[in-house]
């Protein structure tokens, strides 16, 4: 008996953090809901023309666990998107690593943070715009979007050489696999 598995591609490693306690079964739930929900209804619908990975890579440094969950996904003739989650807990004190934790443990200001972030972006929209004149299609940024303030920042991890990594996966809200790291 063959099933007609060749009209979708799957490839999913969807990461367990096998830690027990109320964050980390928080975070469990999480990566679930976006990246296993998925991979079951792309099975269910028998949609035909998608192709969709997951893969993740773990961080630990400064008793820090850094979670990064990345997954792409190719439906029909749309753009391929690429979405990024992280996740960031403290192995000592048993709790969430926040933005503002990451910035303090690096010794980096808030106001430095973000004028490293809009300086990055500024840089990014520039290419962008250049792009677009060029007739490519884009994904159009805007710098001085509150998004970009630090204080809005939802995808960070601190990564090799304890370098602290700040995504703006634009593929998390939109059909893009644009996206802009700033390192810091």
Same mark, same amino acid.
């Given at each position: 008996h063959e099933s007609k598995i060749n009209d979708f591609e799957i490839e999913? #490693?969807?990461p367990y953090i096998n830690i027990n306690n109320d964050v980390i079964e928080g975070f469990n739930n999480q990566i679930k =809901? /976006?990246?296993? +929900? +998925?991979?079951?209804s792309i099975l269910n619908s028998k949609n035909s023309n998608v192709i969709y990975t997951v893969d993740y890579s773990a961080y630990v440094s400064n008793n820090i666990l850094s979670l990064v969950v990345r997954s /792409? !996904?190719? =439906?029909? @003739?749309n753009p391929q998107r690429d979405i990024i989650q992280t996740y960031n807990y403290d192995l000592s #004190?048993?709790? =969430?690593? /926040?933005? *503002? *934790?990451?910035?303090? !443990?690096?010794?980096? @200001? $808030? $106001?430095?943070a973000n004028q490293t972030i809009k300086e990055e972006i +500024? +840089?990014?929209q520039e290419k962008s715009e250049e792009l677009q004149k060029l007739?490519?299609? @884009?994904?159009?940024? %805007?710098? /001085? #979007?509150d998004m970009y303030s630090i204080n809005n920042v939802t995808e960070y991890f601190l990564g090799? %050489? #304890?370098? !602290?990594?700040i995504i703006y996966a634009y593929g998390n809200e939109n059909n893009t696999n644009e996206m802009d790291i700033v390192v810091m």
């Open positions: 999913v #490693n969807i =809901e /976006t990246f296993e +929900k +998925k991979a079951k /792409t !996904l190719k =439906e029909g @003739t #004190n048993q709790k =969430e690593y /926040t933005i *503002d *934790d990451m910035l303090q !443990l690096k010794g980096i @200001t $808030k $106001k430095e +500024k +840089k990014a007739g490519y299609s @884009t994904y159009a940024r %805007d710098y /001085t #979007n090799e %050489d #304890n370098a !602290l990594y």
